[in-house]
């Protein structure tokens, strides 16, 4: 084997590349691309770059046009009326119809995973109709206050292509590797686990900005050795948001990159099984957040914003801003711990986080050394992600502390409350506290039942003096997104839903 | 294979003698009595016994190695140094159970399918041979994922395949000694099955068991790495060499000693059991144990 | 005819190997706490998307039901549908299982390109700096941790000296699929395309030396071994007395008998190789089936655990097969002992 060859065969970086290509790592695999089927951040990463809805979301939040141009809602809000644009197309060419609306929005109900449960309840099948080609009517069951924020999560899929391909199972094995959608981006390839591709459609309907990113490719890697790597050859444009700070650190020395950095409507909380011992003891639980050393994790170990109540400061004009947030004071949990039912004894605790996840176990470290000085007995849970949903489905395997991130799902404050403390949507990792409250039930459900928004605001700061008192999440931050970018590319800017930000049609190439 | 019967007491003088002959093997039975005393006295010869629990300092965290911290400190500021040689205690637990289990298990099934022959012999080897198609690794990292991942599910898991290693040495010398005169003798005499398989055959297993069992601890310890390497090992606070590898690699190549040491840590100890069972080998003249 | 009879003999054998492995792995699949179907909806489905999930992939049919379902899907190679990819585990496997099969076999021709005449060295020399240098080796590379060595050459060739690529099978810049044999390096000079095949080398180089050290120890120890013992065989020694060359003497009368260990060991070698497969492809993000296999597992999509360790157990059994019948042509005794057991 000629070795000496080996050594000048090194050309990545020289093949010229007429095109703007960005490359980015991302830390989990894609799911799924099937619209009915997305469910978590990296699905919807990718399905937003495929797939049109009727509306998205802008990083203030706010609804704006997509497939639709305009719309209108009736006075009692049960009634929206979508118009099409005239001359939104699918990307082989055939014109976006009020029928594919329909077509979309009934497979997704019939297949029942992913998005379909925002939808529960709300609009049933039957009920979305399309009056004309431009025209469709989604008629609601009750009144919802948070329905138009969910219409952006409808991926709109070409009809006439899924009947196709429709096999016995609504094509589902074919869009789970085909794209039947209108979006900015083609699917180039797909290697699942390692990468996925995509290229522009020259013939999108839509607005692109100058010089617009014509390729897209992810490389599926949690590796922060690899994330180098991968910079320092010249491959990598821009990083995945979870890497560590010292990955950035090197990323930056290297001269290429940028570091961008937004505050983000997702929070990190210690959500503490209140239907367990020793949590279901409210003096326990304001003694673990009194034991949360807030500065080292906010400044050393996984840097974001301060958070004073459950709701991040994003939802501004739902934020109750006269709770003092909590604070890190040994001497007021010892005497939290004093006042308890568990007092005098060792009190064990299990402090649940993702395995694998690095910063995760370093807080559940200070966790521990914190908490064992006060008497508690802990025990470390890591469970890989999966696990950890398991776990979630029952008070009894829901550990004592655990951390997780949760962001909205959809811009409304009923996005984090409903989803995390509502009983109806008990048995999830998103509602590990296991609250079962209904006094908070009622005020979430009198929430969305009123289209005034100055009541839900006054209602919505209720609920986070009640969760405050109960301390059944610690509110740790809300996370700070960062990446590492080429000098080069532009557009990032945050956005209140899913993974709506990593809609490359927003980005651009400055050089 | 030394297959004769007694040896008189003067070999064990002689055997002494030639052991500490062979470099290899006084090296190896130095670096393993070494690591079982160190992990044994873990408590009172590392210089930060308390950071094998839950201890954090920030402050000082990714210190490389200097004459305080010998390894340097993690990511959580802990001595790295006092942690690997805890960390032993959990790779030799690991080949003590893995071995004592698969061992005994092992050894009945290679005497009884090599002395009975038949369809005793048909069944033991054919389950053997189905149990070495699967690679150990990789059923290690099924059942482990399988169950909960945790210490006990992978030794479990380890020990689940082990024992064909032993049923085919076993087997393949009982085979060799069956016809044997001194086996043939106690036939004749009408000695029980139990008494020649146990107090005739056995015996002569010995030596080819302890350099197997030498070189095996080896191994195991060295599967376990990879699995807690993996994430498949004991949880944390407690100290395991393949997970501060793992850990530590997150760092590379700033902070390198964090994977490395800990890394050098299982190749020290690895290397003392092989070494210990080549040196047994050439001891006991057993070619063929691998 | 005699060669025949040996060959249908280890054929049945294999084949009843392979069914006692489906059964074991089956039996573990099975046995899983926690619910796979939840699992691959994820944690916003609803119990009744969980539960018709849980119908649709006959979760809740009897055990026997379930494996004859398995037994008569693996005839015909299906392998049932991976709940994550949503595709046929076969398909998955197929698309995966070239690149493990491209390192797996450079990782052993290098282990023999390095081991047999390390192993001849040291038999040649015997007692003088080679042999110790491969006895060295020999202990070096058995007692190593295969991640280890992977992670120490990550550091050493990706970041100290930054030559070659530390991951991947080919660079990002270069898609290329030509899709007929799906060993990157064949297909890329099938296609006349260099650059390609300069790349895959290089993206090769590592990934294999990780992988083959342990093996090339082995090999090289059994070489020395075999081959002082075939020195001392009468038929040497009356070569040697007849004032045979030593190098003819060497390689044609030494080489080829003393192969026969090397060969062997390679074999049983062959699961723990496939074994660190998996923490090598892992460390370098390679897009192979143990990397496939790991995803599977953390996931708990149990189609493709079982078709992933089935598929590993087919390799084994495969390879062994070959290596039976590569033993008995080139050691004819075997043919007539049957087995090299």
Known sequence: MAVAALGFGGATGSMALAQNVVTMNTVQIFGTIDPAKISDYTDYMAAVNLYDSLLTVDSGGNLIPQLAESWTVSADASEVVFTLRADATFSDGTPVTAADVVYSFERLLRINQGPANLFAGVVESGNVVATDDRTVTFTLSKTFAPFMATVPALMIVNSAVVEANLGTDDGQTWLAANVAGSGAYLLESWDRGSRMVIKRNPDYYGEMPDNPIDEVRWIVTNDEATVRALAASGELTMSSQFQSPDTYAALVDMGRFRMVSEPTATAFYLKLNSQLAPTDDVHIRRAIAYATDFDTIREVIFPGEAMSTPLPEAFAAFHNDDIEGPRYDMARAAEEVAMSAYAGQPIPLTLGYVAGTLFEEEISLLMQSNLEQLGFVITQQPDPWNRVTEIAASPETTPNVNQIFFGPTYPSPDSMFFTQYHSDAAGTWASMEWLQDPAVDDLIDAARATGDVDEQAAIYKDIQAILMDQMVSVPLLAQTVQHAMDNCLDGFAAVPMQSFDYDFARYSWSC | ?290 | MEFLAFLLRRLGWSLLVLLGLSVVIFTIARVVPGDPARMALGPTASADQVASLQESLGLNDPMFQQYATFLHGLARGDLGRSLLTEQSVTADIAKTFPATLELVICTILLAFALGVPLGVAAARWKDRWPDNLVRALAIGSAVMPTFFLALLLQILAGYVLNVLPTTGRLPGGIDFDAGWTGLVLVDSLIAGRGDVFLEAVRHLFLPTIALAAATMGQIARITRASMIDVSRQDYIEAARAFGVPDRLRMFKYMLRPAFVPPLTITGLEFASLIGNAFVVELIFSWPGMASYGIRAIVQKDLNAIMGVVMVSGVFFVVVNLMIDLLVGVVDPRVRIRGSRA
């Open chain 2, 1 to 290: 294979m030394s297959v004769s019967g007694q040896k008189p007491l003067s070999n064990a003088w002689q055997n002494w003698w030639r052991f500490s002959r062979n470099p290899t093997a006084v090296v190896g039975a130095i670096i393993v009595i070494t690591s079982v005393t160190l992990a044994l006295l873990a408590p009172y010869v590392t210089p930060f016994p308390e950071h094998v629990g839950a201890v954090v300092d920030f402050a000082n965290r990714h210190q490389a190695p200097s004459a305080v911290h010998w390894f340097g400190t993690d990511n959580v500021g802990r001595d790295i140094f006092s942690r690997a040689i805890f960390g032993l205690r959990v790779s030799l637990l690991l080949a003590v159970v893995v071995l004592g289990l698969a061992i005994p298990v092992g050894v009945v099934l290679g005497l009884l399918a090599g002395y009975f022959g038949g369809w005793v012999e048909i069944v033991i080897m054919r389950v053997t041979d189905i149990a070495l198609a699967i690679p150990p690794l990789v059923m290690a990292l099924a059942v482990a994922a399988v169950l909960t991942p945790s210490l006990t599910n992978s030794m479990l898991a380890i020990a689940l395949l082990w024992w064909t290693w032993h049923t085919r040495l076993i087997y393949s010398i009982t085979r060799q000694l069956r016809s044997q005169e001194f086996v043939e003798a106690a036939e004749t005499l009408g000695a029980s099955r139990a008494h020649i398989l146990f107090r005739e055959i056995l015996p002569n297993c010995v030596s080819a068991i302890a350099v197997k069992t030498s070189l095996d601890a080896g191994f195991v310890i060295l599967i376990g790495a990879a699995l807690s390497f993996l994430g498949l090992g004991i949880q944390p606070p407690t100290p395991d060499l393949g997970t501060m590898v793992a850990s530590g690699a997150s760092f590379l190549p700033d902070y390198w000693w964090e994977s490395v040491l800990p890394g050098c840590a299982i190749l020290f100890v690895a290397m003392g059991f092989n070494l210990l069972g080549d040196g047994l080998r050439d001891l006991f003249d057993v070619e063929d144990v691998r």
